[in-house]
């Protein structure tokens, strides 16, 4: 079902099923859409019993004749679109399979993919779903999780209330999330917020009051004195991981965080004033199994704002 060819411009693509949590991730989308000047794919993933009535009158019915199964949570989405009104292409999909296996297939190749943090039935307290958990470990794009009301922070209007945060490990991050971040404050001319935690070891002072364990000797640890010789450390690494970045896109405000402590509760913090946080996805596990990294999981279940977990190049899913 679609209303206008997305030809081959890379789409956004939305996955809906009717509840308020994907109506928010449509309308989200959708502005993302129109500012990027990208096309949008809203994407539904029929429920079993559908799929298997179609298939049953498919299979009763002759080749070219059998009835097409009507998707109501297309035609009612389909509505809420075009009394919004929309300045880009829109195409309607309605997919078979599990959610998780459909959704990454539908978004090979988009620029985004955007879901609600919860489907039908989810607890209001809880920000994200088993579904939206695991599209953040397979999706083959960036996926955008955009929280729901009861979750979501109220931003005042300027720059500063939509500024983009990044979780940056200058050692650690790959190219395509800091890329991404600096992207996604372009399109929406707003500050990047880089944001580096720093865990320091303990003091001298506080290794000798506990016990150690007999015939083990600590390795030397810096003193109190060192933290602010370290943070300077940090932000001159993150510096030169960012100047490359900052000379493509000179327009960005970019504003330098480096700072003692746990960087999820940073970026969490943060998320209650801002517009998007932007985090990184870890690679395959040697074993075989994706993962996904503690910072960027706790920033899915905690943050106020629409959460982006960015791949890196090399971890799209085997098929």
Do not use: K, N
């Not at 510096?239 to 480096?258: D, S």
Request: overall charge negative; charged content about 20%; hydrophobic content about 45%.
């Amino acid at each position: 079902m679609s209303d206008t060819s997305t030809a081959y411009e890379p789409a956004v693509v939305v996955g809906v099923d009717g509840s308020e949590h994907s109506l928010r991730a449509l309308e989200w989308a959708l502005s993302a859409a129109e500012g990027l000047g990208a096309p949008l794919v809203v994407a539904h993933v029929r429920s079993e019993a559908l799929q298997l009535g179609a298939a049953r009158i498919a299979s009763l019915g002759t080749a070219g004749t059998a009835p097409e199964l009507p998707d109501t949570v297309v035609q009612a989405v389909r509505t809420v679109v075009e009394e919004r009104g929309h300045r880009v292409p829109v195409r309607y999909e309605s997919l078979d399979g599990s959610v998780t296996d459909a959704l990454p297939a539908v978004a090979r190749g988009a620029r985004l993919l955007v879901t609600g943090s919860r489907g039908h039935g989810g607890f209001a307290s809880l920000l994200l779903g088993s579904t939206s958990r695991t599209l953040a470990m397979t999706a083959p794009c960036p996926l955008v999780v955009v929280p729901h009301e009861a979750r979501a922070a109220a931003l005042e209007d300027g720059a500063e209330a939509g500024r983009v945060l990044l979780g940056l490990h200058p050692e650690e991050t790959p190219d395509e999330v800091v890329g991404f971040a600096f992207e996604a404050a372009h399109h929406r001319g707003v500050p990047l917020e880089t944001v580096t935690a720093l865990r320091l070891p303990p003091s001298q002072a506080a290794l000798l009051a506990a016990p150690s364990p007999a015939l083990q000797v600590p390795p030397p640890l810096p003193l109190a004195d060192d933290t602010q010789d370290l943070l300077e450390e940090a932000g001159r690494e993150q510096e030169e991981r960012l100047r490359p970045f900052a000379a493509r896109w000179p327009g960005v405000e970019l504003v330098p965080v480096v700072v003692p402590g746990d960087a999820a509760g940073r970026l969490v913090e943060g998320s209650q004033d801002a517009g998007l946080v932007v985090v990184g996805r870890h690679h395959r596990h040697h074993l075989g199994s994706l993962l996904i990294g503690s910072v960027a999981h706790a920033v899915l279940h905690h943050a106020h704002c629409p959460v982006a977990v960015v791949p890196p190049a090399s971890a799209e899913p085997r098929t």
